[in-house]
């Protein structure tokens, strides 16, 4: 480990501004692609908290402690694989009655006692979570399908393992009651943990870019969405993530831009608000209804915004599809392929719908795939409420 942080050590300049920019962007590929091992991306995370250990935001209160985050690192770095395998069950049912009150206080008032349960839980789970093997990498997934998708993409190869506790949450959480105490900055690097532990939490993301826009931080809230579109694998995702660019767009007052992202989000979704938002900026100005389809796109590639899905997230659940076909689940494959249909509108991912149709039911004529009901969920992003149960979710689920 210490060889190396001295490596990354070794390539900063002395700028603070550019050193922080290698690091996002050093972390970023790490987190894209995956081709080093996890204590690299633990080595650019101390380093960058030894650069920017003394910034403290002026409106936020000044932390009384060491982050609990840096601690599990530190921890981490001390507990083998072998020592994992000799947790004991006593061990787990304190970790499970320390989660249960954690979930009775985290709606209540008493922010503080479900922090300090916060804070003695992420030790805990994390501890359970790590290894020194090189070929395995520990993630948090909500779904046996994130896991599909994070394998084929982005664990290269790399065995995956689904953690004891989902890890993710209990940060997300972590982050919520942060956010009670107006702590942003240390809300923030909980997110990013979530990340670290599930790369396709959508929830940790959409978070982080509410916290840096309500820092005036746009530039890197733009940043976090561009990251959340390439995750994006249902069209109602991707639709939110363009509408998400019509919100900022309009904050900063640039309503051409914002009108047209609204119009991208609404070609892969139908959403009720959205059309209201559209209706009311054609009222304010009625020439916005002759901007062309060419204009639009034009819109969103001056602003450096891409289009359409993640292409090796199509590629992905092409071979998901395949897999299921191949095993005879053709009702599932179908859906797959509908919600592909509705991201992408390709003809050869209709005709392969139709021929999984005929054989489904022979009698049925030829149609274009209809959205799934999938796709048709105004959010697939699931409420942070709404999984506290799944925090304990290995104590009686083997992987």
């Known amino acids: 480990m210490e060889e190396k942080i001295n490596l990354i050590r070794n390539k900063l300049t002395g700028d603070i501004n550019v050193d922080i920019h290698f690091l996002n962007s050093m972390y970023n590929a790490q987190n894209l692609i995956l081709e080093d091992t996890q204590a690299t991306i633990e080595a650019i995370n101390i380093v960058y908290n030894e650069l920017t250990k003394e910034e403290v935001n002026e409106n936020e209160e000044i932390e009384s402690k060491e982050e609990v985050l840096e601690d599990t690192q530190e921890q981490e770095e001390e507990l083998s694989q ?13 970790i499970d009655s320390m989660i249960d009150n954690l979930i009775e206080n ?49 664990a290269g190869e790399k065995e995956v393992v689904v953690t004891p506790y989902a890890n993710d949450i209990i940060y997300i ?30 929830e940790a993301r959409v978070k982080k870019i ?15 969405l561009k990251n959340l579109l390439n995750i994006s694998y249902t069209s109602v995702d991707i639709a ?50 002759e901007m062309s389809v060419d204009n639009i796109l034009s819109i969103a590639e001056d602003n450096e915004i891409t289009l359409g899905p993640n292409p090796n997230i199509i590629k992905a659940h092409r071979n998901i599809t395949n897999s299921l076909i191949e ?73």
Request: charged residues 35%; contains cysteine; aromatic residues 8%.
């Open 240 to 289: 939110e993530c363009y509408a998400k660019y019509g919100e900022i767009f309009s904050t900063l007052k640039d309503l051409k831009s914002s009108y047209a992202l609204y119009r991208i989000s609404l070609s892969y979704a139908n959403n009720d608000n959205i059309s209201n938002i559209i209706n009311e900026y054609e009222q304010k100005d009625p020439s916005l209804k």
């Open 173 to 202: 959480i972590y982050a919520d009651l942060l956010l009670k105490k107006k702590r942003k900055k240390a809300a923030l690097d909980a997110l990013d943990r979530a990340i670290y532990w599930n790369y396709l939490n959508r």
């Open 82 to 94: 072998e020592d994992n395998d000799q947790i004991s069950d006593e061990e787990k049912n304190e």
């Open 327 to 399: 095993n005879g689940a053709l009702e599932e494959a179908k859906l797959m392929l509908s919600n592909d249909y509705a991201m992408t509108r390709n003809p050869e991912i209709a005709d392969l719908f139709n021929q999984l149709e005929q054989i489904i039911n022979p009698q049925e004529q030829s149609q274009e795939p209809e959205e799934t009901k999938e796709t048709k969920k105004k959010s697939s992003t699931k409420s942070t409420t709404k999984k506290k149960t799944t925090t304990k979710k290995a104590t009686s689920k083997e992987e």
């Open 106 to 154: 985290i709606d209540s008032e008493s922010t503080e006692e479900a922090l300090k349960d916060a804070e003695q839980i992420i030790p805990k789970v994390e501890a359970l979570s790590k290894t020194t093997d090189e070929n395995t990498l520990y993630c948090s997934f909500s779904t046996d399908f994130e896991k599909l998708i994070f394998t084929d993409i982005f």
């Open 210 to 224: 509410d916290i840096l826009l309500s820092r005036q931080e746009v530039v890197k809230a733009l940043d976090v």
